[in-house]
């Protein structure tokens, strides 16, 4: 006699979850596909449109515009006064480093910094060399791609991730680094190979449905490269030791498949599904010529004079019927007064400023957590990874404190290149921050030769490394809104504190990319522009 079966949604859901504990997300996305369950572009959210202020909405209420003094010229601020001045508002932004763009920091030869530790670098990268200390890479769906088309700021791909970087865990016993393409394809197999197998010796049968169970051994057969009987043992996804040439080169296959049970204890699938997530998933670009390509064009559209450097906030005081920013420049003390103010600092830095907002303003601020995360850019004579390693573009991972090494997606079959030695946070980027830029250079440099060898060491020319959290001015990577930003205990955050207004991407659904910006400096424009044609 045949079981009961439970309701389709309940046990498909059940099931789906084990899938992912097992497999990871990506392997239960897959798996959702495969039975008909995988969201709908149609269903993506879109969104909300966003309308700029413009000079007709003046001239058709009789109103005129107000003067705005925007604290910060990182990407929020600079987008605050770039929309306000689309409709003629008199916009003054007001930096406390010598250069826009804030977190959006492109390291080029002759540019210095000095951190709060005290160590100052000045970088040496040749002509047409740099790295990108802040942000590197754009999803296509976010705005920040809209920006660069409006400002006329040309972009090309970003390789995130590429079937030929390494993995290596060192802590897991791995001895040599192994092609993502070929742990991707044992991973895959061997959870391909074990879930199969469940469902075709009836494991499954109270989970799924008979057609159910056929469409995923199918399914499972295609994903994990698996033969008829169910057993995977390799193949050309995991790649040739000799390639695929002309007539009597078949190729040979790269041999040695290890079991199951060794491809799990190296761990490496637990690096596949970050190129599932919704802000990770290829297609990405960067501006060509770096990422400061970005600030910079807004800076020009926004007006020079518009914006001073060098200027230091030190007290915001809102007046009732406006605000006036008090700062220092060049030794002197000034203040600026405007109708409204649009605070679009790092919340650590915001709570640092003495103000008259309130202690509900000053409470939100400190309840934002800055992180920690650094890069070091090291510069090679050769594009060794090219030519011994036939790498081009993509992220090398591995589990040693260096954890992200970038190959540079621009300037193939160049001279000369770019990688980021490591790209880190909390723990360890705190601890890189700790030493002296040519003890990082030497720890770093220690990690990438085990993975790719001696030119790791013998071609480098030069070193640079920055780290957010010791950065004057800004002191943090990104931040950590506890609950959201939506919560509570931010919203005298999210709205107008009397002429104060706040943005930034730390006020989003998307920190610490430039989309939560430029997105949150929109909402605090809609606000403002809608107030100011009330009044």
């Known amino acids: 006699m045949a079981q009961p079966q439970s309701g389709p949604g309940t046990s498909r859901r059940s099931f789906l979850r084990k899938v992912g504990l097992t497999g990871g997300a990506g392997t239960m996305f897959a798996t959702m596909g495969a039975l008909g369950l995988a969201p709908t572009a149609q269903a993506a959210q879109r969104e909300l449109p966003f309308h700029a202020p413009k000079p007709s909405d003046f001239t058709l209420s009789g109103r005129g515009a107000a003067k705005v003094v925007v604290v910060g010229g990182g990407i929020a601020g600079l987008t605050t006064a770039y929309e306000l001045g689309k409709a003629g508002y008199d916009c003054t932004v007001l930096e406390a480093r010598d ?101 075709d010796t009836g494991a499954l049968d109270a989970e799924l449905t008979a057609t159910d169970r056929e469409r995923l051994v199918e399914f499972l057969k295609d994903f994990g490269d698996l033969g008829d009987t169910l057993d995977y043992t390799g193949g050309e996804r995991r790649g040739y030791d000799v390639v695929p040439a002309a007539a009597g080169t078949p190729g040979v296959l790269l041999g040695d498949v290890p079991s199951a049970s060794e491809v799990f204890a190296s761990g490496v699938g637990r690096y596949f599904s970050f190129e599932f997530g919704f802000d990770q998933a290829m297609l990405m670009f960067q501006p060509v010529g770096g990422m400061d390509r970005i600030p910079r064009a807004l800076t020009r559209a926004i007006g020079g004079h518009r914006i001073r450097t060098g ?74 990874w090219e030519l011994d390693h036939r790498i081009y573009g993509g992220i090398t991972e591995t589990d040693q404190d260096v954890t992200h090494i970038w190959h540079p997606s621009h300037g193939f079959h160049g001279e000369r290149g770019v990688m980021i030695g490591y790209y880190n946070y909390g723990a360890d980027a705190d601890a890189y921050a700790k030493l002296t830029p040519r003890q990082r250079e030497t720890r770093a440099v220690a990690a990438g030769v085990k993975i790719y060898g001696a030119k ?80």
């Open 99 to 199: 250069r826009t763009g804030g977190r959006n920091f492109t390291v080029r030869g002759g540019d210095t910094t000095t951190d709060l530790f005290g160590n100052r670098q000045t970088a040496r990268f040749g002509d047409g060399q740099y790295m990108n200390a802040g942000p590197a890479r754009l999803p296509q769906w976010m705005v920040t791609l809209d920006y660069c088309r409006e400002l006329g700021v040309p972009v090309e791909v970003f390789t995130n991730v590429n079937a030929d970087a390494y993995l290596f865990n060192e802590s897991a016993g791995m001895t040599e680094p192994m092609r993502y393409r070929t742990a991707k394809g044992d991973v895959y197999g061997y959870v391909s190979e074990l879930l199969a197998k469940a469902t």
């Open 311 to 384: 200027a230091v906030v030190s007290k915001i005081t809102d007046k009732g019927s406006g605000v006036t920013v008090t700062y220092t420049q060049g030794g002197r003390t000034r203040s600026i007064d405007a109708d409204y103010c649009v605070g679009a600092l790092p919340p650590n830095i915001l709570a640092k400023i003495p103000h008259n907002l309130g202690s509900g303003v000053q409470t939100a601020l400190e309840a934002i957590t800055p992180s920690s995360a650094g890069k070091i850019g090291l510069e090679y004579r050769s594009r060794w």
């Open 456 to 535: 790791y060491r013998t071609e480098l020319a030069s070193s640079f490394s920055h780290h957010w959290r010791q950065t004057p001015h800004l002191e943090a990577a990104w931040h950590t809104t506890t609950g959201g930003p939506d919560h509570a205990r931010y919203k005298p955050l999210n709205e107008p504190t009397g002429r104060v207004y706040f943005a930034g991407d730390w006020l989003s659904y998307t920190d610490a990319w430039q989309h939560g910006a430029f997105t949150s400096a929109r909402k605090a424009v809609t606000a403002l522009h809608a107030r100011v044609l009330a009044a």
